[in-house]
């Protein structure tokens, strides 16, 4: 995964969705992912992600490289889901959803928002040693990503994941993680000291942009509302199942048409195939 590709996204964006304010973002990251917590219903949380993969159509970003970005946490509920078997696949989904859901709101953060606007908006509200750590841990995520990235391809130039073997696959996976913590650590230990080298004293400064709330902001805060309301509307009293359906039809109309956009519109069909 090229980090440097992410904040590219970020700054040179010219959706909506990048001219909204971060803390607008931020919100609409969080109303998602509690509409996530709160709600158990497969349909609801499919509806919610397909939403979400409509919105990335309307980034104008690339929509494979995005999504398979927010896909890396599936890997991990896949394994929770399987260690958690109760016999239903509808089960095993919701966790796989949940996760996926979760990860695709917030890499839609990160691909609209400089990391910088992102860390300076939850400033006020947190501790500075908080706020650091938060900072320090989402460029470690991503050079973990990237190590992943490069064990999966590892593992299959070497053999180690072949077509039928899944058990053995498993294992050797299983095996690769173990290695790649190990080596998370040894870089987590590299970076601290660049930091030292560099004079880091306890604290990361930064600045964020100061523009002024506007429709873009609006419109972020509204699409997070209705998700959130959606999830309130179908958990309460034991949920109101009909309402799923009526969400997942929506939800698939809504990314026919945001897909048609991205294919037919200038900008978006360049950026579907690159």
């Known amino acids: 995964m090229d980090v440097s590709a992410i904040d ?20 609409f990251a969080s109303l998602v992912i509690a509409s996530v917590v709160i709600s158990g219903s497969f349909y609801l949380l499919l509806a919610v992600y397909l939403s979400l993969l409509a919105l990335v159509f309307w980034t104008r970003l690339p929509v494979l490289k995005i999504v398979t970005i927010a896909a890396y946490p599936a890997i991990f509920a896949v394994i929770f889901a399987a260690a958690s078997w109760n016999g239903s696949f509808v ?17 839609i953060l990160i691909v609209t928002t400089p990391y ?10 947190l ?3 908080v706020t650091e750590g938060l900072f320090l841990t989402y460029r470690s995520l991503f050079i973990l990503l990237e190590l992943t990235d490069n064990l999966i391809k590892g593992l299959r130039v070497r053999g180690g994941l072949t077509h039928g073997k899944y058990i053995k696959n498993v294992v050797n996976f299983s095996s690769g993680i173990g290695l790649l913590l190990v080596r998370g650590l040894d870089l987590s230990e590299k970076f601290y000291g660049v930091l030292n080298i560099r004079g880091y004293g306890g604290r990361i400064s930064g600045g964020g942009r100061r523009d002024k709330t506007g429709v873009n902001d609006f419109t972020a805060l509204a699409i997070g509302a209705l998700i959130f309301g959606a999830a309130i509307l179908t958990a309460r009293d034991g949920g109101l199942p009909t309402y799923d359906v009526y969400i997942l ?3 698939v109309s809504v990314l026919i048409v945001s897909a048609a956009y991205a ?9 579907w195939k690159r």
């Open 263 to 271: 294919l037919f519109q200038k900008t978006g069909g360049k950026a």
């Open 116 to 125: 910088p606007d992102v860390f300076s908006s939850i400033g006020p509200v």
């Open 127 to 129: 501790p500075r040693i």
């Open 91 to 107: 089960s095993a989904g919701v966790i796989v959803l949940k996760a996926l859901c979760a990860a695709l709101a917030m890499v």
């Open 249 to 251: 039809a929506l939800s």
């Open 8 to 27: 590219y996204y970020a700054n040179h964006g010219t959706s909506f969705l990048h001219g909204a304010r971060a803390v607008s973002k931020i919100l």
